[in-house]
């Protein structure tokens, strides 16, 4: 059975409706899915217990949504070729996991990383496994996916794929898991099951490297951030992925003490150990409970969604995105280009989607219309590009997995259960 059969009854059943009344802060009340008058938070609290709650609130709107579609997919009795309420599959985080689960997954992405490319060596050379298909993928195609129309919709396909290539090329039988930066913000990274280094985590920290400088961001005329190091720097030597070689990179590698690290177009053979800082500081600061319901509720439209979520230029800001990408540090953690060499990037962004999932669900006659892009193909459109649009073609070259469709239009990666995607986030 292909279902999350529990999840889904929850889901048939209401009970995963949230009646936690929060605080004395501000709501507004919309109209759900299915019609009945619900309740929402209109403020983020500063309390982070309270936000944690708030956000289960608004993603749990967003699963009622999801609910009321897959229910009226299944009415209309297409059952063998669309998405509904019994192959719905479900992404949890990873600490909801069992041991098994976690373990499975794990498995899976050590069968990928042990596989051989399918990138020809012409075109990357320094691509070893089929795990650098993806890694190589997204260097080459840095400059169009961020900053751009099409970050937020290029990403959701790009862990999709992952999770495809796991599932048809691994025999992972489970779903992407996803990492809640505002848990590990309230319980600290290392003591996190996704990084407390034991068997069923993702691996953990890297060895101290003792008084490192900060990290400096920006340049190009932009004021600099600076940003802590963190309690690792050196390389993993716990955990599944212990001593894991990362084969491709660095291009843009900001390292303690404001230097930028680069080899050329990190295209080439780089064997090097992965290494990460993990930094509670920058997690606790930009993306914590209240950090993600604040974009949640402020952003009005897309284009001040996903530019609060990267950080705009200049406003000191990283965002959520920047803030889980930065916590991890490490080599190829702080490297835009390569950061998806560390397996964490695929939780990470798993959440980004998360939270663009339950921002959309907020307006979706909107959100996943034309109206829910913004942006041209190019980084701050630095050089000018067309606006994307929901015909633009997103084309992830090798990072695709057998079994899985190619390019498609932005129009097909809009909503999580339309298209190619069938997955609902608890
Ligand atoms: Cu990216």
């Known amino acids: 059975m292909r279902l999350n059969s529990q999840a889904a009854l929850l889901l048939l059943a209401g009970t995963l409706t949230s009646a936690l009344p929060v605080e004395d802060t501000p709501v507004?009340?919309?109209t759900a899915a299915g019609g009945a008058t619900t309740t929402l938070p209109a403020v983020a609290s500063r309390n982070t217990a309270v936000a944690q709650s708030q956000i289960e609130q608004l993603a749990n709107f967003a699963q009622e949504l999801a609910n009321t579609t897959l229910t009226e997919a299944q009415e209309k009795m297409k059952r063998s070729s669309s998405c509904n309420i019994f192959n719905v599959r479900v992404r949890r985080e990873w600490g909801t996991l069992s041991s098994n689960e976690r373990r499975e997954y794990i498995k899976a992405v050590k069968c990928v990383m042990a596989k051989d490319a399918k990138t020809p060596r012409a075109l990357i050379p320094g691509a070893r496994s089929r795990y650098d298909d993806w890694v190589g993928s997204h260097i080459n195609q840095t400059n169009f996916i961020h900053y751009t129309g099409t970050f937020l919709g290029?990403?959701?396909y790009y862990v999709w794929q992952y999770e495809q290539m796991l599932r048809n090329e691994c025999g992972y039988t489970g779903s992407q898991p996803y990492?809640?930066?505002?848990?590990t913000a309230a319980t600290g990274l290392e003591k996190s099951p996704i990084f407390d280094g034991s068997n069923t985590s993702m691996s953990g920290n890297g060895l101290p490297i003792k008084n490192q400088p900060d990290i400096v961001?920006?340049?190009?005329g932009l004021p600099p951030i600076f940003l802590p190091a963190g309690t690792g720097g050196g390389n993993v030597t716990t955990g599944p992925f212990k001593n894991m070689i990362v084969n491709l990179g660095p291009v843009?590698?900001?390292a303690p003490g404001g230097e930028t690290i680069s080899n050329g177009d990190g295209l080439a053979y780089n064997p090097r150990v992965l290494k990460r800082d993990l930094t509670d500081a920058i997690n606790r600061r930009y993306s914590n409970a209240t950090s993600i319901v604040n974009l949640l509720l402020n952003s009005k439209d897309i284009e001040t969604f996903q530019m609060a979520m990267q950080g705009v230029p200049g406003s000191g800001d990283i965002g959520v995105h920047g803030g889980g990408h930065?916590?991890?540090g490490?080599?190829?953690g702080r490297d835009v280009f390569t950061s998806p060499a560390d397996p964490v990037f695929y939780l990470h962004h798993a959440q980004i989607d998360r939270v663009w999932w339950i921002w959309q669900a907020l307006k979706p006659w909107e959100r996943y219309s034309e109206k829910g892009i913004?942006?041209?193909?190019?980084?701050?459109?630095?050089p000018p590009s067309p606006d994307t649009t929901l015909k633009t073609l997103i084309d992830l070259g090798y990072a695709t997995a057998e079994g899985a469709p190619g390019a498609l239009l932005m129009e097909d990666l809009m909503s999580t259960l339309a298209g190619p995607f069938c997955y609902i986030y608890v």
């Open 326 to 328: 930065y916590s991890l």
């Open 179 to 183: 990492w809640d930066w505002a848990k």
């Open 154 to 156: 290029w990403h959701r």
């Open 330 to 332: 490490g080599d190829p």
């Open 252 to 254: 843009a590698l900001s």
């Open 374 to 382: 913004s942006g041209t193909g190019t980084f701050l459109n630095s």
């Open 217 to 220: 961001l920006g340049g190009n």
């Open 28 to 30: 507004f009340t919309t």
